[in-house]
């Protein structure tokens, strides 16, 4: 069965750093998201992204985020000058038909 | 923005038992997804249900749209069914999944 996958598993940054995250969405799918969750908590939506361009994004987004998709498979967000509070698990996520979202496996990003 | 409650927040339960966990929401949707979250922190997918009843082995879910509310039931549950478990709606025109707060869901043998 297609699945989401991601890259690094676990990543690990002295703050100030920049970050990219790597994900490869389910081929056929051409909606993109990213998400994160801070330990403990809910899952909180980034981004959303859709034939080249940002769909949605949230108030934090463009604080520190930037998402590209490189090339036809490849899928990354940028974290600029990481924080201690950026500590989280980030998860891509893609769909086919812009509603049912599968989830790849995580992205553990640990700024110390 | 939509609110998305889940109840209860914790569910501690023999093996062998059956549960039910339910998701409220404050406004009208086009997706509903239930997920679990395991013990490494994958988020596993179990039912894309914007409306009506689904089942899969021992897991099934309802939503009924019209009262903004949705249930996962989990019958004869097994320790592997430990982990914490999330409502995620999608309202119409908005490209993003709101999570709920989760169930943690603990099976003891």
């Known amino acids: 069965e297609p699945e989401v996958t991601q890259t690094p598993s676990h990543q690990v940054t002295q703050m100030g750093q920049e970050v990219i995250l790597r994900c490869v969405p389910i081929s056929n799918h051409l909606y993109f998201y990213w998400y994160r969750q801070i330990l403990g908590q809910k899952v909180e939506f980034l981004v959303s992204f859709y034939n080249n361009e940002i769909s949605e994004k949230s108030e934090i987004f463009d604080d520190q985020f930037s998402v590209e998709r490189p090339d036809g498979s490849n899928f990354t967000l940028k974290i600029r000058s990481t924080k201690l509070e950026d500590s989280a698990m980030y998860f891509c996520?893609?769909?086919?038909?812009?509603?049912?979202?599968?989830f790849g496996p995580g992205t553990r990003l640990t700024v110390t | 923005g939509i609110q998305v409650e889940q109840s209860p927040p914790d569910l501690i339960l023999q093996e062998g038992a059956n549960s039910t966990l339910r998701c409220n929401f404050s406004d009208s949707v086009n997706n509903l997804q239930w997920f679990h979250q395991n013990p490494w922190g994958q988020l596993i997918n179990l039912f894309y249900i914007p409306s009506g009843t689904k089942q899969n082995g021992r897991l099934s879910a309802t939503t009924v749209a019209t009262e903004r509310y949705s249930l996962l039931y989990i019958s004869s549950s097994q320790t592997t069914d430990s982990g914490v478990y999330f409502c995620?709606?999608?309202?119409?025109?908005?490209?993003?999944?709101?999570f709920g707060q989760g169930t943690r869901l603990t099976i003891n043998p």
């Open positions: 996520a893609s769909s086919e038909n812009r509603y049912e979202q599968y």
């Open positions: 995620a709606v999608e309202v119409w025109g908005a490209q993003k999944l709101v």
